[in-house]
């Protein structure tokens, strides 16, 4: 699956363009194929995605490698990481391909979910109900659960008896454990408690 999201995202890039919005803030297709090429193949630079100290030396090997004539950078990304990485692709891209080719494709208006196979929903909710979900409601002042209309259920942030429910497939909420807004779920509980769990700061 990392592999065949990796292969849909370049060619959702292609199409887009490269001045095209994400949903990665101010970020365009060119910017978002530069932080991809950085994070898998730049280990000087990339520790600055997750460490601030580091972050300035990113922001300057980012802004280089930009520059590259676009189908360059579509070139990488297509490759993937080193071959001394490549045996951990699964493990480390499967969340950041979905996430990242998500983030082309709703960045342009009139979007719509794609269908996913069941197999793939059920490997983004193993990704999802561990470390993912409860790194991205850690901040929420009420407990959160979220749920798939199969009805599977995991306690995202446990947080007293005030609580919200966010359900929808492990696609849609994998994305709003991502700090994506654009996404197809219902949510239940007092309204306020609603907005807020929608409002935070949901980085991972």
Same mark, same amino acid.
Request: with cysteine; hydrophobic share 40%; proline share 8%.
């Given at each position: 699956?990392?592999?065949?999201?990796? *292969?849909?995202?370049?060619?959702?890039?292609?199409?887009?363009? /490269?001045?095209?919005?994400?949903?990665?803030?101010?970020? =365009?297709?060119?910017?978002?194929?530069?932080?991809?090429?950085? #994070?898998? #193949?730049?280990?000087?630079?990339?520790?600055?995605?997750?460490?601030?100290?580091?972050?300035?030396?990113?922001?300057?090997?980012?802004?280089?490698?930009? *520059?590259?004539?676009?189908?360059?950078?579509?070139?990488?990304?297509? =490759?993937? /990481?080193?071959?001394?990485?490549? /045996?951990?692709?699964?493990?480390? &891209?499967?969340?950041?391909?979905?996430?990242?080719?998500?983030?082309?494709?709703?960045?342009?208006?009139?979007? @719509? /979910? #794609?269908?996913?196979?069941?197999?793939?929903?059920?490997?983004?909710?193993?990704?999802?109900?561990?470390?993912?979900?409860?790194?991205?409601?850690?901040?929420?002042?009420?407990?959160?659960?979220?749920?798939?209309?199969?009805?599977?259920?995991?306690?995202?942030?446990?947080?007293?008896? #005030?609580?919200?429910?966010? =359900?929808?497939?492990?696609?849609?909420?994998?994305?709003?454990?991502?700090?994506? &807004?654009?996404?197809?779920? @219902?949510?239940?509980?007092?309204?306020?408690?609603?907005?807020?769990?929608?409002?935070? &700061?949901?980085?991972?």
């Amino acid at each position: 699956m990392a592999q065949r999201e990796r *292969q849909g995202l370049v060619r959702t890039m292609a199409d887009a363009g /490269p001045d095209a919005p994400t949903l990665c803030g101010e970020w =365009t297709v060119r910017d978002l194929a530069a932080h991809l090429i950085v #994070r898998e #193949r730049r280990l000087d630079a990339a520790p600055g995605i997750m460490l601030k100290p580091f972050a300035a030396r990113l922001e300057k090997v980012m802004h280089k490698v930009a *520059q590259r004539p676009f189908p360059d950078l579509l070139g990488k990304v297509r =490759t993937g /990481p080193p071959f001394y990485l490549r /045996p951990l692709d699964s493990l480390m &891209n499967l969340i950041e391909m979905f996430v990242h080719h998500e983030d082309v494709r709703r960045g342009a208006p009139g979007w @719509e /979910p #794609r269908e996913l196979p069941s197999a793939d929903e059920d490997r983004l909710w193993k990704g999802l109900k561990g470390l993912a979900a409860r790194k991205a409601y850690r901040s929420s002042p009420v407990t959160v659960v979220l749920a798939t209309p199969d009805g599977r259920r995991v306690v995202a942030h446990q947080a007293g008896a #005030r609580t919200v429910v966010l =359900t929808g497939l492990p696609s849609e909420l994998l994305l709003h454990a991502f700090g994506r &807004n654009e996404v197809r779920l @219902e949510a239940s509980g007092a309204p306020e408690d609603v907005e807020t769990v929608h409002a935070l &700061n949901r980085s991972v």
